[in-house]
């Protein structure tokens, strides 16, 4: 797995957002995602929308993902 499949996903799932993942280890990855759909929504709801938009990967092929969750400026 590599961070700009994982980048494509999110925007796939989160059309319209601004996306951003590190990481280099093929497992441990970092991801800043910014997008309005994320208002009124708490931290929580925030993290499982992007983890939706992986699906089965998360806990497989991805072990962590270091999520920063943001509303565009």
């Known amino acids: 797995m590599d961070s700009t499949t994982i980048a494509q996903m ?3 799932g ?4 601004e996306v ?5 280890d093929g497992v441990h990855f970092e991801a800043v995602v910014r997008t309005a ?5 708490s931290t929580l ?7 939706a938009t992986l699906g ?3 806990g497989n092929e991805i072990h962590a993902l ?3 969750t943001e509303l565009p400026e």
């Open 20 to 24: 951003t993942v590190t990481g280099d």
């Open 66 to 68: 270091g999520l920063r």
């Open 56 to 58: 089965e990967l998360m």
């Open 14 to 17: 989160l059309p319209g957002a």
């Open 45 to 51: 709801a925030r993290h499982r929308m992007v983890y």
């Open 37 to 41: 759909e994320f208002a009124g929504k």
């Open 10 to 12: 999110i925007r796939k």
